[in-house]
Structure formats: C-alpha cells, structure tokens
C-alpha cells in the first residue's frame, strides 16, 4: 500500500529563518511521482513541485529547495530566508503511474508552518 | 490561478438535503478528479473522470455521485447530508501537458447545520 508520512504537524519559525519539511513515503512501485503543495490560509491547494522517481536531483526554485532521496525514502522541503508570506499548510503525496489516464493522489497529513516577524 | 473553477465557495444546508458542486477544469485538460478534506480524514481522493467516463474510485460514500459532462465539466452531487459531510471539497484537473500533475480550484466550503 501507499502511504506518505509528514511526522511534523506545527512548526514556528521566525521571519529569515531556513526551515526543512519532512516527507517521507511508502510505495512498491518502481515508478511513481512525488510532490509538494501549499495551502495557504485562504484554503486554495497550490501545486509547488513534481519529481518522478527516476530523478533524484535535488532542485532549487528561489528560496525553495527540495531533496529527493530514494535510499530513505524521503522528498525533503526547504524553504531559505522564511518569509510571513510562506505561512501556510504544506502537503506532500504521491501518485502511481497508470497507462489509461488513470491516477490518485495520496496525501500525507500535511505541516503548518507558521513564520512570525 | 490554477485555471480551475469551482462553484458555490461557499454551501451552508441542512441535514438530509442534497446539493450539487460544479467543476470546470483547465482548458485542454481531460481528467477531473475530487477531493474531500476533513480535519479528522485529511485530505482524501474521492473519484475520478476521464473524458467523461469513471476512471477510479476512492473513498467515496454511497450518498455521493459524480459525473464528467461532454463539455468536460463536473458535478459532484452529495445527498442525505449528514453532520460529517461537512468539509472542504476540491476538484482538481490534468492532462493538458502532464496526466501526472493535478492542478487544483479554490475549493467549495460545505457546511451541513
């Protein structure tokens, strides 16, 4: 079965500072896709990052970094230099990969980040 | 913006009535997926559509049914409304450049009172 496991429910940061986001996924397929989405207290899901399972590069968009490593397991989210404005839920999940146009996202419980000035 | 609509924002009932939540995707995007997000269930798949046809099923209860139209929009139709079915429910879409990536609207707020 899938499933993926954000173990941070709350953190609280002040503004500037770097904060890493937990992710950590189950799944025994070969091929799969990982992402990130942000939540902010307007309620909207906003998608942030996709990365299939055959790339583990890590990428950097901005202040934004992400680390994929499938020895552990883990797709790692790093926000540099917080700001207010990145307060919000944060959700990972993960999707199979289906011929026909078929796929779910699963999503872990997602984490609250609050960044205070 | 995502290019996904969704209507009402905002849906206030009572128990036992039904409703009805519309969905339009992306331009140029074929499958329509729902969400349900409750604060004691997270956020859980409820089905999908394909070019107008079920694709796949989660957990979606028998009070609930959905169809994709030949304009590609969706409605999710809620029936028997209990306390618990109140949540935030989300259409997303894909397929337009990736089948993969799901781009998701703003979400309807569904409160049963």
């Known amino acids: 079965a899938q499933k993926v496991t954000q173990a941070q429910t709350e953190i609280s940061v002040v503004e500037k500072e770097d904060v890493t986001l937990d992710c950590v996924y189950e799944?025994?397929?070969?091929?799969?896709?990982l992402f990130w989405y942000k939540q902010p207290p307007s309620g909207e899901l906003v998608f942030l990052i996709r990365?299939?399972?055959?790339?583990?590069q890590n990428e950097i968009s901005g202040r934004y970094s992400w680390n994929f490593q499938k020895s552990t397991s883990s797709f790692n989210f790093t926000i540099t230099a917080s700001q207010v404005v990145d307060s919000a839920v944060y959700f990972c999940?993960?999707?199979?990969?289906?011929?026909?146009?078929?796929?779910?996202?699963?999503f872990g419980a997602g984490t609250r980040l609050a960044v205070h000035p | 913006d995502s290019g996904v609509t969704q209507t009402p924002k905002h849906l206030i009932t009572a128990t036992g009535q039904r409703v009805t939540l519309r969905c339009s995707p992306r331009?140029?995007?074929?499958?329509v997926y729902w969400y349900q997000q409750s604060l004691d269930q997270g956020l859980q798949f409820l089905i999908q559509y394909y070019n107008g046809e079920e694709r796949a099923k989660g957990n979606i209860l028998e009070r609930f049914s959905a169809q994709q139209f030949p304009d590609l929009h969706s409605e999710l139709n809620l029936s028997s409304l209990e306390l618990g079915d109140s949540a935030l429910y989300f259409c997303a879409s894909s397929g337009r450049d990736t089948q993969e990536t799901q781009y998701f609207g703003p979400g309807t707020r569904l409160l049963v009172l």
């Open positions: 990365r299939n399972s055959f790339d583990e």
């Open positions: 331009s140029g995007d074929l499958s």
């Open positions: 999940a993960l999707t199979r990969v289906f011929s026909g146009g078929y796929n779910k996202l699963i």
């Open positions: 799944t025994r397929d070969t091929t799969y896709y």
